[in-house]
């Protein structure tokens, strides 16, 4: 601060005084030191920080400079633009350091990043802001009238709070015949007056005299304090009140009991009677001590009656006086010095601290600063300062008291998002006094956990023939990470199913994992397929991972049984030609079915629905097989029509319906019946239906012999056969996807059959089979074409003429 804003706070008539006063700046040892004068406006400018330090003005804000004061009271501020110290709150030297002739606060001045502390103080000035003041507003002095010229009485010294110059300089008295004034220099008492009597006293002349004593400071204005001096004459007393000691000085703990008598003074008086009782009470006394000591006025016993702080004061300066009857009295000085005691616990205050902090921080990383304060000395003011046991911070001692937190370990979020964090301050007083804090500390979230899945893989079953849309199954990831780190995305990774893309099969809802059926999905086409489900969490950068699902598509009862042999009711005619001489059990004809469904919906069972001559064949359930039930008689009926069912094992059950027709005979020659019966049963469309069954019949053999051929060569061994009309048809002609089940209606290799045909019969397509076996005979099979003479066709062929016969054996 320059000279002229420095004289702006002094007085016009104090230039002299300036010259003391001024503001001034000085970095010692790393501190900063300032002198001001006291009773300083706010707003004051004290000196500028970032000039006396050579900080740049802009990084000082970034730093966030503040000021810590022991006390409650902030005296100074600082300016974090512009880096100016400035006066916070009214400063009254007298009350800061009362008589002390050097008076200072002492403060820190606190920077972050990097951490720094400076200690600043502030040399408190004195100004003549104080008059001096008697204690009492009259002194009454009782006098002997036999008192002798030059007889010397003490007057109470008038104090003035200011310090140096500005203190009492002077004391004057108004005019007086009797008296006159006696001013004197002590390094006790400072500048004290006596009245000395000039002329002596004459009771009967004057009893009573009344004076003015006046004290004058040094400062510029001077200012002036009065009392009144009332003298009464009187008799006799020529001896004063004597202490013992001049000075007493006594030590006390802080926190004494009320009560304590800290210290008794003692004056003794040679007169007699009332002359010689001597009186004590407080000459002077510190404003800020009235309320903390008492004195007994008879035995001179100095009392505690208030909470006496050691942090509040370190000593006190009392003047007693001792005054006898007559008036005549003398003062001592009592020192009463305090000592500390541990009675103040650390107070723990946080100056800093970053929550939430990052889970990826690396450990040594600061997160914080506390400043631990006890205002106990020496040893009760040292602290100790430490965390709870498995905490994730520690504290690193710094500067004065101050402890940085620093990270011991990696954070994870995921196993504690939050710490209570216990800090526990204690001093090394005795006992040792303790204080503990609890710090919340939030751990932020870093997108480091890539979504899992609840499965390692899924598996879905899905009915055939579903509707589009329909769910299929739900998938579902877990990200422990926090919002939208945490937030999964599900999608299908691209992939071909079939040759078409897997979107044209399911699709995926994007937040809630669930696959949904594109189209209706047919088991007889496709049974089961894959797909990659991809879950991405939101975070930056995202991270992903990926499960495999397994779609079954199950089958339903939705194909009808599909009738091979004989072919269905509507679509031809065909004859089957019983022996008369049949017996009981003989194979007539077997129903050949398959069903294009798998399981239970493919097994298929056989009924007789309706039959000509009732009771006379059956067929079984589960082979298809048409067998005789009893022997055939003459009495039975030569054509007989069987209606039959199949019916699969589904829920609800399909089934599909057929006709056997049967001719009873031995006898070519019924052939004419056999073809009127035809008629009647299909009309006038047989003829064509006979030519169409002749070509069927010729293209199946000829196929049917380059496939044996051909499964022969490659070693097939196992071959179905299937009879359409009047052949047996292999399994090779399977119409696709349809399925085998043993015993349950479908295509078996276990029959063997020999086939019959004849040339230029009447009827264009007539058949007679004949089983080698009635029950299950070997598999392989060969084919063998012979010649069958006449006499092996008696009685099948009218006209004797030579048949071509297929052989079909194992």
Same mark, same amino acid.
């Given at each position: ?14 230039? $002299?005084?300036?010259? #003391? ?6 970095? $010692? ?8 004068? /006291? ?57 800061? +350091?009362? &008589? ?24 408190? &000035? ?40 500005? !203190? ?29 009597? /000039? ?33 009464? *004459? ?14 007493? /000085? ?12 800290? *210290? ?5 008086? !040679? ?32 009392? #505690?009656?208030?909470?006496i702080d050691f942090e509040e004061s370190s000593s006190y300066e009392l003047r007693v006086k001792a005054k006898d009857g007559a008036g005549q009295a003398a ?34 990383? /600061? ?30 001692? %710094? ?16 196993? &504690? ?28 979230? *870093? ?20 509707? !589009?849309?329909?769910?299929v199954c739900r998938v579902a990831a877990r990200d422990p990470d926090w919002r939208q780190n945490g937030t999964v995305v599900y999608s299908l990774s691209p ?55 397994? *779609? ?52 298929? %069972? ?10 006379l064949f059956t067929i079984g359930e589960h082979s298809g097989e048409i067998r005789t039930q009893r022997d055939i008689s003459e009495s039975d009926h030569m ?58 019949? %010729? ?14 060569? +490659? ?83 009218? !006209? ?11």
């Amino acid at each position: 601060m320059g000279w002229k804003e420095t004289y702006w706070f002094l007085k016009p008539t104090a230039v $002299c005084f300036g010259f #003391v006063c001024i503001i001034s700046v000085r970095l $010692c040892s790393g501190d900063l030191r300032y002198s001001i004068p /006291e009773e300083m406006r706010r707003g004051a400018v004290v000196g500028k920080i970032t000039q006396d330090l050579g900080i740049d003005s802009k990084s000082l804000s970034a730093r966030k400079p503040r000021l810590d004061f022991e006390g409650s009271k902030r005296y100074c501020d600082v300016n974090p633009q512009s880096g100016e110290l400035t006066v916070n709150e009214r400063i009254d030297r007298e009350a800061l +350091c009362g &008589q002390k002739l050097s008076c200072a606060i002492h403060f820190d001045f606190f920077l972050e990043s990097p951490l720094e502390l400076l200690r600043i103080t502030l040399e408190i &000035q004195d100004i003549n802001d104080n008059a001096p003041k008697f204690r009492n507003e009259a002194i009454n002095l009782e006098i002997q009238e036999s008192a002798h010229k030059g007889s010397r009485f003490s007057i109470d010294e008038a104090h003035d709070p200011d310090v140096g110059i500005n !203190a009492v300089q002077s004391y004057t008295l108004s005019s007086s015949e009797n008296f006159v004034l006696a001013v004197h220099t002590s390094a006790d008492q400072g500048k004290y007056a006596e009245i000395v009597l /000039e002329n002596e006293l004459d009771r009967e002349k004057q009893d009573r005299l009344s004076l003015v004593l006046s004290a004058y400071d040094g400062g510029s204005p001077r200012r002036t304090g009065t009392v009144v001096i009332n003298v009464r *004459v009187l008799d006799t007393n020529d001896n004063m009140p004597i202490f013992t000691h001049a000075l007493y /000085e006594v030590s006390v703990p802080e926190n004494t009991a009320l009560h304590s008598v800290l *210290v008794q003074v003692s004056a003794n008086d !040679a007169d007699e009677g009332a002359n010689g009782e001597v009186a004590y009470e407080f000459s002077y006394i510190p404003p800020d001590a009235e309320s903390l000591f008492s004195i007994d006025q008879k035995t001179g016993e100095i009392k #505690v009656q208030g909470e006496i702080d050691f942090e509040e004061s370190s000593s006190y300066e009392l003047r007693v006086k001792a005054k006898d009857g007559a008036g005549q009295a003398a003062t001592c000085k009592v020192i009463i010095k305090i000592l500390d005691m541990n009675d103040n616990s650390p107070v723990i205050i946080i100056k800093s601290l970053n929550t939430p902090v990052p889970e990826d921080l690396p450990p040594g990383s /600061e997160v914080g600063i506390i400043y631990v304060q006890d205002k106990d000395s020496t040893a009760n003011g040292k602290i100790r300062c430490s965390t709870g046991q498995n905490s994730p911070l520690k504290l690193v001692p %710094s500067v004065k008291n101050h402890f940085t937190l620093v990270t011991v370990t990696h954070l994870d979020r995921e196993s &504690q998002s939050e710490y209570n964090i216990t800090i526990t301050a204690s001093d090394e007083g005795s006992p040792p006094l303790s204080s503990s804090k609890t710090l919340h500390l939030s751990v932020a979230d *870093v997108n480091d956990n890539p979504p899992v899945f609840e499965e390692q893989s899924y598996s879905a079953h899905v009915k055939e023939n579903n509707k !589009a849309g329909s769910s299929v199954c739900r998938v579902a990831a877990r990200d422990p990470d926090w919002r939208q780190n945490g937030t999964v995305v599900y999608s299908l990774s691209p992939s071909d199913v079939s040759g078409a893309p897997v979107s044209s099969f399911v699709s995926i809802n994007g937040d809630t994992g669930v696959l949904h059926a594109v189209r209706s999905f047919d088991y007889e086409q496709l049974k089961s397929f894959k797909v990659l489900v991809l879950a991405r969490d939101n975070g930056s950068p995202p991270l992903s991972s990926n499960v495999s699902v397994s *779609v079954w598509i199950s089958d339903e009862n939705d194909n009808s049984p599909q009738i091979l042999y004989p072919s269905p009711e509507g679509h031809s005619f065909m004859t089957e030609m019983v022996p008369k001489a049949a017996q009981s059990g003989s194979l007539v004809s077997k129903v050949i079915a398959v069903d294009a469904d798998s399981g239970q919906n493919a097994w298929l %069972s056989y009924h007789m629905v309706k039959a000509t001559e009732p009771g006379l064949f059956t067929i079984g359930e589960h082979s298809g097989e048409i067998r005789t039930q009893r022997d055939i008689s003459e009495s039975d009926h030569m054509k007989q029509n069987l209606v039959l069912s199949v019916r699969d094992n589904g829920q609800p059950s399909l089934s599909v319906t057929c006709t056997v027709y049967l001719l009873i005979s031995d006898n070519l020659a019924e052939l004419p019946e056999l073809k009127d019966m035809s008629y009647e049963e299909s009309s006038s469309k047989l003829t064509f239906y006979l030519i169409i069954a002749l070509v069927s019949v %010729s293209t199946f053999f000829l196929t049917f012999i380059i496939i044996v051929l051909a499964v022969r060569f +490659c070693h097939r061994r196992k071959s179905r056969l299937l009879f359409d009309g009047a052949v047996a048809i292999p399994s090779a002609y399977l119409p696709p996807n349809y399925a085998e089940v043993e015993g349950a209606g479908t295509l078996r290799s276990s029959y063997n059959y020999d086939a019959y045909l004849t040339t230029g019969s009447r009827t264009s397509d007539f058949k007679f089979i004949t089983s080698y076996s009635d029950r299950t005979l070997p598999a392989d099979l060969t084919l063998k074409k012979t010649h069958a003479s006449v006499e092996d066709m008696e009685g099948f062929d009218g !006209a004797g003429n030579d048949s071509q016969v297929w052989h079909f054996t194992s």
